[in-house]
């Protein structure tokens, strides 16, 4: 029996993610590059790679293209946590980076915040091998004193400050990724991205950090548990909690 080609196409895109070739959430090539490998048309291509996301094997999203198919990993907004303990509770095994560690001058936001001088660091967060973040934390200047490269490589600076963390406050928006974040998370130039800034404070109320973390956006989601007295303090037209305009 004669087997259609996108059928062909698409038992070897299966068997290459069985095998491992392309792990949850990892771009797969795009369908031009797929088409020349098979020697078939973009609208074969597409059409195997729409049996796969029937099967539920990958997904696509504007921006990205297609992907092997991964669960989302949800971030919670009610609790003060660090992506490895949100990465461990999901069953990955989490990894740090460094890329950058210095004392520099404070960017005008930053030393609003923390003062002229920070120890600024800038690392790339791991899920099970893989990119899963870019981190940049600047830290105030006297509590990073005594910090070294290897001591931000292995623990969060919740657990290596020399102060009692209190809480913090936090941004989520959307952004375009620029060429260098792209090149470091393994995505497109141009992929929409999760966009966290986050200024934490010890218990007087005085700040010790701000992070800026970046998320490929097909990878994590933030959720957030609403009690009744939050959910009926909303508007008419229920919509989100804690949203407002950017300048």
């Known amino acids: ?20 070739e392309f792990a949850a959430g990892r771009i797969l090539p795009s369908e031009a590059s797929l088409g020349a490998h098979y020697a078939a048309s973009r609208v074969t291509v ?5 049996v796969l996301r029937g099967e539920g094997l990958v997904d696509a999203r504007q921006g990205f293209g297609w992907f092997a198919a991964a669960d989302r990993l949800p971030q919670t907004l009610s609790t003060l946590a660090t992506i490895e303990g949100q ?7 989490s990894q740090r980076r460094i890329i950058d560690f210095q004392f520099v001058a404070a960017l005008p936001d930053v030393a609003a915040v923390l003062g002229p001088k920070v120890l600024e660091t800038r690392r ?9 973040a870019r981190v940049t934390v600047w830290c105030r200047d006297d509590l990073g004193a ?26 989520i928006g959307a952004a375009i990724i620029d060429p260098v974040d792209a090149e470091l998370l393994d ?26 973390h970046v998320f490929p956006g097909h990878l994590t989601e933030f959720v957030a548990d609403l009690s009744a007295a939050t959910a009926a303090a909303g508007s008419d037209d229920e919509s989100p909690t804690g949203l407002r305009l950017v300048d």
């Open 1 to 20: 029996m004669r087997t259609i080609r996108y059928q062909q196409i698409a038992d070897d895109l299966r068997n290459r993610l069985a095998d491992g």
């Open 46 to 50: 597409r059409k195997s790679l729409e």
């Open 87 to 93: 990465l461990a509770d999901s069953g990955q095994t």
């Open 124 to 132: 790339l967060n791991l899920a099970d091998g893989h990119p899963f």
């Open 146 to 171: 005594e910090l070294s490269k290897a001591d931000v490589e292995r623990a969060s600076f919740y657990e290596l400050l020399p102060v009692e963390v209190g809480g913090a406050t936090q941004s």
């Open 187 to 212: 995505v497109p130039e141009g992929s929409a991205v999760l966009v966290v800034k986050r200024t934490t404070h010890d218990t007087a109320g005085r700040a010790v950090l701000v992070a800026e």
